[in-house]
């Protein structure tokens, strides 16, 4: 009996000698959140919607019915220029108030470098390789180059002069550009690093907002116009390179604050 | 130090002794069970979605199973779970409308109800109404036009049947039945009904081969130009063929029937409706949440010429002004091919999801 005991004092003595370091470890780290925010210009797009309420830099006029894109490689990087990654993927869904938060980050008090990533890499774009993204259909099929979508922006619009009672329907899905759609298809990267700049972790907790402009992915630098590109843009390799063009002034700090 | 270190170990110690001690008196023992996860699933999707509160054990799933099958649900001992979600019918109904026990019919077709658990959104019912499978388990035993009871009732029948009272005390521990356990105990068995060993499961698993059609079919299926329904229908890499999500799929321009829209009263979700899964379509006719189509050819000729335009139709429904995409008579066929090879036979016949009754 005596031995039992003792070998068991002697597996919980290094949990308890461990618990200083815990300690400091733990009042080093404090929480850090990202939210992502959503703008058309100066309107804050919080909920899709079936009401034409936005005019686009075209001058179309256009509702947000759906708007799902990834992020990828959240890193952040301390002053001594070591990155640590915090998520790997993360799918924002307007549709999914969860999704609109990266939470369970922990990071000791400093001031950072912010990067993330709008899609996946060519070496990450893997088909099939993640799960949670598979049983929400985000996949994009082997003959349009296989891999993950990067955006799902969808709705209606109008041009001036067109009929309000039957708006036209707009699909813009961001993927991997792909030359030859079909099984002799080759893709290219249109993922986009997001730089957002020094940002600044105290103790305590710390949110960090990043606001996508969904305006620009219609203006800067291609104008676009919806009534030539409204649809079957995944195996559209023109648009796709024009729609990463856009996607390069898309995100942007929001606001860096602390409790 | 070590003092204080042995001193809580001993209370460890007789805290975990007396925590066996009181299992054993109960004899509540359930055994944890896992569910049978096809191996397609296991290389593709997630991990079945289990509530903590609700872990699925082999007594919890045998009483389910009881109850699924147990026509003492109804008011009038006549209709149980089975009777509109039928194992040889793809879990589904293939009246249009199933019939309660007053000889009303509904006004939706029965929705087939296999790979449950990997329903990530939680979002049951063609209208999104029940949050929960626990909660959905619940409404049917007291609807109008279901099984027209009330679960007091149906707590107090089986409160009076001792094979039940045995069944839920191994399941639960408790010799109180309530209607939460029995949600709970429902919830387990249908959790369990898996379906993931089609033609196509196993063409993926490099253990059948498809025909030429059945593969122009696949072609017809994943090509943004011509069927475009992997959007919301899933694909090779998402073997649930649904995306669990919500659309209009251009079915009415007045909607008689509102759907999501109705249960959150957003006119932007007027006439959506829940995705159903396109595995075994072979069994679960007719299709569409009303059961307007009796044939999968008159699903394939409305997306491909009878789409109707109203103002919540999804975005992803092709040049709707000429009714769909026009597909041709080749390519529909081979897209029926297709579709067909997702149906499993042999979720009909096993032996773990009959009557035990």
Redesign the interface.
């Known amino acids: 009996m005596f031995k039992k ?1 003792a070998f ?2 002697l597996l ?2 290094p949990f ?1 000698a461990c618990d200083k370091n815990d300690d400091d470890q733990a009042q080093q780290n404090t929480p850090v959140s990202i939210g992502f925010l959503h703008s058309f210009y100066e309107d804050e797009v919080s909920v ?4 034409i309420q936005y005019t686009n830099g075209f001058g179309t006029s256009l509702s947000i ?2 708007l799902r894109y990834l992020i990828s490689q959240v890193s952040f990087t301390n002053q001594d220029g070591i990155k640590t990654i915090v998520k790997d993927y993360h799918l924002v869904d307007l549709s999914q108030d969860n999704s609109l938060t990266i939470n369970d980050i922990l990071l000791p008090p400093g001031a950072y470098n912010l990067k993330m990533r709008f899609g996946f890499t060519e070496a990450t774009n893997t ?2 390789v993640y ?2 993204l ?4 985000w ?1 994009v ?4 180059g296989g891999g993950y979508h990067y955006m799902q922006l ?3 619009w109008l041009d001036p002069g067109d009929s309000p009672d ?1 708006p036209y ?3 813009y899905h961001t993927i991997s550009a792909v030359q030859n759609p079909g099984p002799e298809n080759t893709r290219e990267d249109t993922s986009i690093e997001i730089d957002l700049g020094e940002i600044t972790v105290t103790q305590g907790a710390t949110q960090i907002n990043v606001n996508m402009h969904i305006d620009q992915w219609f203006e800067n630098p291609n104008l676009w116009n919806l009534s030539e590109l409204n ?2 843009l ?2 559209n390799y023109t648009a796709q390179k024009m729609m990463q063009e856009n996607g390069q002034n898309v995100f942007s700090l929001a606001s860096n604050m602390s409790d | 130090m ?1 003092q204080k ?2 001193f ?2 001993c209370l460890l110690c007789i805290a975990i002794s007396c925590g066996v001690d009181d299992n054993q008196n109960q004899g509540y023992s359930p055994r944890p069970v896992n569910i049978a996860v096809p191996a397609i699933f296991s ?4 991990e079945p979605q289990i509530p903590s509160d609700n872990p699925l054990t082999q007594q919890g799933v045998l009483l389910g199973r009881a109850l699924f099958f147990e026509r003492r649900l109804s008011a009038d001992n006549s209709l149980s779970c089975a009777g509109c979600h039928r194992p040889n019918e793809g879990f589904s109904d293939q009246r249009r409308y199933s019939v309660g026990i007053d000889g009303i019919a509904g006004f939706r077709n029965s929705m087939p109800i296999v790979n449950i658990a ?1 329903n ?2 939680n979002k049951f019912n063609w209208d999104g109404s029940a949050n929960s499978l626990e909660e959905q388990v619940l409404e049917p035993v007291i609807n109008e036009i279901e099984m027209h009871n009330t679960w007091a009732n149906v707590v107090a029948t089986l409160q009076n049947d001792a094979n039940y009272l045995a069944k839920f005390e191994a399941a639960f521990g408790s010799p109180t039945i309530s209607k939460e356990l029995a949600a709970k105990a429902l919830s387990q068995f249908i959790r369990t009904l898996v379906s993931g060993n089609s033609k196509f499961d196993r063409y993926l698993l490099g253990q059948a081969t498809l025909t030429p059609t059945e593969e122009e079919g696949l ?1 017809v299926f ?4 011509r069927g475009d329904c ?9 073997p ?1 063929w ?4 919500f659309h209009n799929n251009g079915l009415d321009e007045n909607f008689t029937d509102l759907g999501l829209g109705d249960i959150t009263g957003d ?2 979700q007027f006439g959506l409706f829940k995705s159903p899964s396109l595995r075994n379509l072979a069994y679960t006719a007719p299709y569409m949440h009303d059961g307007r189509f009796q044939t999968l050819d008159q699903v394939i000729d409305h997306y491909s010429e009878g789409l109707v ?1 109203s ?8 040049t ?1 002004s000429q009714g769909g995409v026009q597909l041709s008579l080749q390519d529909k066929a081979a897209l029926k091919a297709f579709l067909l090879s997702l149906s499993d036979p042999s979720l009909a016949n096993n032996p773990a999801y009959q009557n035990p009754n």
Not at chain 1, 134 to 137: D, E, F, K, T
Request: proline residues 9%; glycine residues 6%.
């Open positions: 005991a068991l004092v919980v003595l308890v899709s919607s079936n009401t019915t759906r088909s099939s799960p949670d598979n049983a929400v259909s996949n099929p082997e003959n349009l969808e709705g209606r039957e329907l707009y699909a649809g079957l995944m195996g | 070590i270190i042995l809580i170990f290389q593709l999707l997630p990997w990530t959104k072609a994943l090509d943004e130009n992997f959007h919301c229908h899933g694909s090779p890499s998402n649930l649904t995306d669990n999500d006119p932007a335009y103002p919540t139709i999804d975005p992803l429904m092709k709707v």
